[in-house]
């Protein structure tokens, strides 16, 4: 199984910039395309953006451009940049990963926990 643990979250003014980060771990896994995701309170949870294992991104249109996904192959890790943050973008952010076990070539989609990001006026 393949774990995914996300960080870099908490309390920022309005305007600043915040990195999140998205860590896989596990036994004999290669990490494949990793989204990320936010949900508001009272919100459903939404798609900001994916990158591929090659680093091709897509966005959905809630980051405004303000977002920008990276990865680090060799260190299992998938970054999101948030730029220019207003309060709308308070919520808990989640990663999800799709990974290919090398000796099952099973490919199980896991979440992560959650990290909070508190954006003040």
């Known amino acids: 199984q393949v774990q995914l643990v996300e960080s870099g979250g908490g309390l920022v003014q309005s305007g600043e910039s915040l990195r999140l980060s998205c860590v896989a771990s596990?036994?004999?896994?290669?990490?494949?395309?990793v989204g990320w995701h936010r949900q508001a309170p009272g919100r459903q949870r939404e798609l900001i953006g994916r990158?591929?294992?090659?680093?091709?991104?897509n966005f959905a249109d809630s980051g405004d451009g303000r977002f920008t996904i990276s990865r680090d192959n060799a260190k299992n890790t998938v970054y999101l940049e948030m730029s220019r943050l207003k309060p709308e973008d308070t919520a808990v952010y989640y990663c999800?990963?799709?990974?290919?076990?090398?000796?099952?070539?099973?490919?199980?989609?896991?979440w992560g926990q959650g990290t909070q990001v508190t954006v003040s006026s």
């Open positions: 999800d990963a799709f990974s290919r076990i090398t000796t099952t070539n099973k490919v199980p989609h896991n």
């Open positions: 596990g036994n004999s896994f290669i990490l494949g395309a």
């Open positions: 990158i591929t294992r090659d680093g091709v991104t």
